[in-house]
DNA sequence: TGAAATAATGCTTTATAATGCACTTTACAG
DNA sequence: CTGTAAAGTGCATTATAAAGCATTATTTCA
């Protein structure tokens, strides 16, 4: 998964729960700037800061090998 | 996934294709010491590094939305 | 429209990730 | 054992993520 669609699936998972960066940013514990940062594609989150982020969006991170060509 | 499994991924992996710290840091691109950080554990980091090293194990990050309690 | 809410951006400070180098510790073949 | 390779650690430097604040731009809706 792509830096951009990363924030695209972020972006698009906490308008599906109506949350502003603002209320992210409050329940996740991260800066509303690192927040605003990371959404508009700029920056490079750490780990942690990704963590807190899909933890209250009910998400989670997973790292899976790649299907060598599945008839893609 | 929790940062201890994603760092187990990532070692096992690395390990399963037989490459040495060494050798991950010099394909990936991701400093020594870094990689050695990250494998033992310690530090937090960032996006662009853990891609980095995904790509070159074959793997990639992917983000979902976490299975509530699916007879788990 | 225009006002209110939400999002983006410039500037600045502080914390820390990324890195290299040298050294220590572990693991393992002989 | 012992030497060698791989992995871990301390220290120092540089780059940059995280953060807040103030300001500007966008979106939304009555």
Redesign the interface.
Known sequence: ?H?TE?IK??KD?REALQVTQEGLAAISGVGLRTLKQFESGKG?????T??KI?EVL?????????N?SPTK
């Open positions: 998964m830096f990363l699936t972020i998972r490079n989150p750490t780990l942690l990704l963590q899909s009910g998400m989670e991170l997973c790292l899976k090998i790649k060598i």
